[in-house]
């Protein structure tokens, strides 16, 4: 069973930047796709960003060019990097153990508990 454990949230004000880590445990990390996802109060969860086994990216049009994905095998990690945060980016984020399918990046059952960004303006 895939363990992940989210951690680095915060509150920041906007403009500013936090580094979330998503550490992997249970698991063969090196052949996971991991993606990160949030969720707003009274909306529904939505995809941020994933990263494949061998470290490709993609982004949701809403970030992109301002969250950065990274992974390091050696320590079982993937790390969101959010700078220029806005007030909507405020929201639980939460990592992922998935798989790509072509293109897309697929979700996995297993899930971390979250972890609270809060962007004041």
């Known amino acids: 069973q895939v363990q992940l454990v989210e951690s680095g949230g915060g509150l920041v004000q906007a403009g500013g930047s936090l580094r979330l880590s998503c550490t992997v445990s249970g698991g063969t990390f090196t052949i996971l796709a991991i993606g990160w996802y949030r969720q707003a109060p009274g909306k529904q969860r939505e995809f941020v960003a994933s990263?494949?086994?061998?470290?490709?990216?993609d982004y949701a049009d809403s970030v992109k060019g301002r969250f950065t994905l990274s992974r390091d095998n050696a320590r079982n990690t993937v790390y969101l990097q959010m700078n220029s945060l806005k007030p909507e980016d405020t929201a639980v984020y939460y990592c992922n153990a998935g798989y790509y399918r072509g293109s897309y990046y697929q979700r996995g059952t297993s899930w971390g508990q979250g972890t609270q960004v809060t962007v004041s303006s």
């Open positions: 990263i494949t086994s061998g470290g490709s990216t």
